[in-house]
Structures are given as C-alpha cells and as structure tokens.
C-alpha cells in the first residue's frame, strides 16, 4: 500500500518556526503535483501550499510570504518550511500527492501564543 508520511509536527510559539516533511515512493514524487493542506477543528480542510513536478508553486493569502514549498525528487521527499508562525496556523497538517489522490496520516502543529 502506498504511503506518504509526514513529520516535523511539534509545538511552537508564535512568531517561531517548524519544517514539515513527507516521503513517499519515488515513482509519485517524480511525476505528481504535491500539496500541503491543514485542518483545524470544526473547520474545513484547506490548501496552504501546492508544487507541481517542475517546481511552480502556490499559496493562498494566509500564508503567502509566511510558508514556503520546495521539492527534492531525488529524496522523494517533499517540504514545508513555516515561518512567523501565528496561532491561527494551529491545525493537522496533510501530504497530498495530488495527481494521484494519496494522502499521509497528517501531523500536529501547536502554535501558542
């Protein structure tokens, strides 16, 4: 069964930082759209970033300066690197390969305030 896996999930304080990781096969990652997506309780889940196999990237408003996207196909491993981290941010994080509709188990993050 085919798995991605995601970790780097933790508890911060606001203003901090934390970097997400999620692995999986190589022959997903090399060909697949790749997303992040959070949800928090009572609330729907929700893109926070998403990179296609040759590197593009996008945002939404929320995040936009604060979180950055990056691929390394030769680890298929994929990042998010969070920065000025807020409260509102608090929420499980998701790996998407999204050109093939696989998903990881999510991962925690905590931020106080």
């Known amino acids: 069964q085919v798995q991605l896996v995601e970790s780097g999930g933790g508890l911060v304080q606001a203003g901090g930082s934390l970097r997400l990781s999620c692995a999986g096969p190589g022959r997903i990652f090399s060909t697949s759209t790749m997303g992040w997506y959070r949800q928090a309780p009572g609330k729907q889940r929700e893109l926070v970033a998403q990179?296609?196999?040759?590197?593009?990237?996008t945002y939404p408003d929320s995040v936009k300066g604060r979180f950055t996207v990056s691929r390394d196909n030769a680890k298929n491993t994929v990042y998010l690197q969070m920065n000025s981290l807020k409260p509102e941010d608090t929420a499980v994080y998701y790996c998407?390969?999204?050109?093939?509709?696989?998903w990881g188990q999510g991962t925690q993050v905590t931020v106080s305030s």
């Open positions: 998407a390969a999204l050109t093939y509709g696989l």
């Open positions: 990179i296609l196999s040759g590197g593009g990237t």
